[in-house]
């Protein structure tokens, strides 16, 4: 009984789409306020910030949005120093020499290198999506040419760095949102904030929220590759027409040799390179 149950779930999984098997492997991480109170050393409240930026003697909080504080680090209080001991940030201030996308800017550092600065929690429209354009013109608006400051923890698995980005007062990551210019980017960030904030766009049809069912960008460039995967097996199998000595089952991937009992037989496939395919088992492809 517990055998057929099990080989039944077994058949379940392998019907799930990839997708839906990737998202129960990695849950959205859970939403969390980013922001915490800042109090001084008589525990009188100074502000809600998500960090504090040490520079010198003074410590720099950054409300939501709007005047930043500067506060002298000795006027904090003991656990708020404690804190920020135990969250160790990165910093880069740079010109921004360019602007990628609504998400993606190049900044200039201390010693003119480009590095590529994604900001965090966000993703923004692609170039040939609805308002893919228009979210990468508001950016570049915002920061083309001018000094920014971007906090950061760690870089991403491209090298990029991937941060919270300022312009004087504003908050790039969040004013992308709040305009309707970017998608909170769910299955990476746990951002409370900027899970809110979203909602608030969506609300009031700003930007991509004007259209009542825009499509994700994690969604779209999936679709591309699928659309792109696709394409280039087509062309392939138009390429392999006459027999090469070696058959593909473009279903499972496995490659047989003129010998095997499956060569021009498996009911999807095409003739194929020496190279293509996991060589099967039997006829060693
Ligand atoms: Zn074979």
Redesign the pocket.
């Known amino acids: 009984m517990f055998r057929d149950r099990f080989a039944f779930l077994l058949l379940l999984l392998a019907l799930l789409p990839a997708g839906a098997i990737l998202a129960q492997a990695e849950p959205d991480p859970p939403l969390v306020d980013p922001f915490r109170e800042w109090r001084d050393v008589e525990k009188n409240s100074l502000t809600k910030s998500r960090f504090a930026y040490v520079d010198g003697d003074q410590a720099c909080l950054w409300p939501e949005t709007g005047q930043r504080m500067l506060i002298p680090v000795a006027r904090l209080s003991e656990e708020d120093r404690e804190w920020i001991a135990d969250h160790p940030l990165r910093i880069l201030r740079g010109k921004v020499v360019f602007v990628a996308d609504g998400d993606t800017i190049g900044v200039l550092d201390a010693d003119n290198q480009q590095r590529r600065v994604r900001l965090e929690g966000i993703d923004a429209p692609e170039s040939n999506q609805a308002f893919g354009n228009k979210s990468k013109r508001i950016l570049s608006d915002a920061c083309h040419g001018k000094e920014v400051l971007v906090v950061y923890t760690s870089e991403d698995q491209y090298g990029r760095i991937l941060g919270q980005i300022y312009v004087d007062d504003r908050w790039l990551n969040h004013d992308q949102i709040e305009s309707g210019m970017a998608w909170h980017y769910r299955h990476f960030s746990g951002d409370a904030h900027l899970a809110e904030l979203q909602k608030q766009s969506q609300k009031a049809q700003k930007g991509i929220w004007s259209d009542p069912n825009p499509q994700q960008p994690w969604r779209f460039r999936l679709d591309e590759r699928r659309r792109r995967e696709a394409e280039e097996e087509k062309a392939k199998a138009a390429e392999m027409t006459a027999p090469t000595g070696f058959?593909l089952n473009s279903s499972s991937g496995?490659?047989?040799?003129a010998?095997?009992?499956?060569?021009g037989k498996t009911s999807r496939g095409r003739y194929c390179t020496a190279e293509e395919g996991k060589?099967?088992?039997?006829?060693?492809?």
Do not use: A, L, S
């Open positions: 058959w496995v490659r047989h040799n010998q095997c009992d499956h060569y060589p099967c088992g039997i006829c060693g492809g």
